[in-house]
């Protein structure tokens, strides 16, 4: 951990099997205040997020943003960082929005487990995690996205819907059709990299339709009807992996809407800065604007 922010908490880690698919466990890391120092931090119940690792989709685990999850949590916000199904072993799209949608639920039928607030449940995401994770913010109640049904809810308890009080995008990918046009044209243009993006687009999306149909930006630019939570969208003005174009166009597009998104444009970070540039000023800046953001909008 090297970003400097303002530790409120001491925190405990723990890892704990939230979902099964056949005789395959998946984990999730919880990140979560137990004691605050004195004068600078209340008690729980604290707001709960659930965070969705990037990878193309197809690469990456729980761990991913273990050093963004543990600065939120001392910062007084329980994370959850999971583990999810992923192409080639696991099925495409929408399979891992079905994973973290379910992960959405548990963390709220948890919540008492671990010190949280059932009310005042987040999504957040890196790069394709962030895609997922306002897919699951802007369709609670598609049926594709809660095809996983949450078993253990007792008897009398409330039944935990997917909804949340706001969602985090960071450097997500926004528009994954205009981004696969983009690497497409990279590739024949030489890039080796743009190659293996496509080989990632082709797993998790099978076809353009897929890509068209799963796409935030346009879901907003058709006039679909959307859950609008306030958005936080962080990025790096260096940032070529996910093109400021397709930022622009979402943002217009979730205020046209209705929705209340506030953009922290990170000067001149490039992609995964938080993860690879731990100790600039501007890496610290845009996690306590996470950490404070979270409080506000589940106040």
């Known amino acids: 951990m090297s970003a400097v922010v303002d530790s409120k908490y001491a925190i405990e880690i723990t890892e704990i099997e939230y979902l099964r698919h056949g005789n395959r466990s998946f984990i999730a890391r919880i990140y979560r205040p137990i004691s605050g120092q004195a004068g600078k931090a209340g008690k729980g119940p604290f707001p709960m997020m659930v965070e969705a690792h990037g990878g193309a989709w197809v690469r ?12 939120m949590a ?11 199904r ?11 929005v079905a994973d973290i949608h379910y992960a959405v639920r548990w963390l709220k039928s ?26 699951v913010a802007m369709r609670p109640g598609d049926a594709r996205y809660g095809a996983v049904p949450l078993n253990e809810t007792a008897a009398g308890a409330p ?10 995008l960071c450097w997500p990918v926004i528009d994954p059709l205009g981004r696969y046009h983009k690497v497409k044209q990279e590739a024949a243009e030489g890039s080796q990299e743009a190659l293996e993006t496509i080989k990632a687009h082709d797993l998790y999306w099978k076809t353009e339709a897929a890509m068209d149909e799963g796409n935030p930006t346009r879901s907003l630019e058709r006039g679909e009807k959307s859950s609008m939570p306030p958005v936080l969208y962080v990025q790096g003005t260096a940032d070529k992996a996910h093109p ?11 205020r046209k809407a209705g929705g209340r998104l506030e953009l922290h444009l990170v000067d001149g970070m490039e992609q995964n ?23 506000e909008e589940t106040a």
Do not use: K
């Open 159 to 168: 039944v935990m819907d997917a909804s949340v009080r706001c969602a985090v």
């Open 60 to 71: 990456q685990d729980r761990m991913r943003n273990a050093m963004l999850d543990e600065l």
């Open 110 to 135: 948890h919540a008492a487990q671990f010190g949280g607030d059932p009310d005042r449940v987040g999504v957040m995401g890196t790069s394709s995690g962030g895609h997922q994770a306002a897919l």
């Open 273 to 295: 800065f938080m993860n690879e540039n731990p100790d600039a000023r501007g890496t610290a800046d845009a996690i306590e604007r996470i950490i404070s953001f979270v409080h």
């Open 86 to 96: 992923m192409p080639p072993t696991d099925p495409a799209y929408p399979a891992s």
């Open 244 to 254: 400021r174009p397709h930022l622009e166009r979402f943002v217009a597009a979730y």
């Open 74 to 84: 001392r910062g007084g916000v329980i994370v959850m960082g999971i583990d999810f």
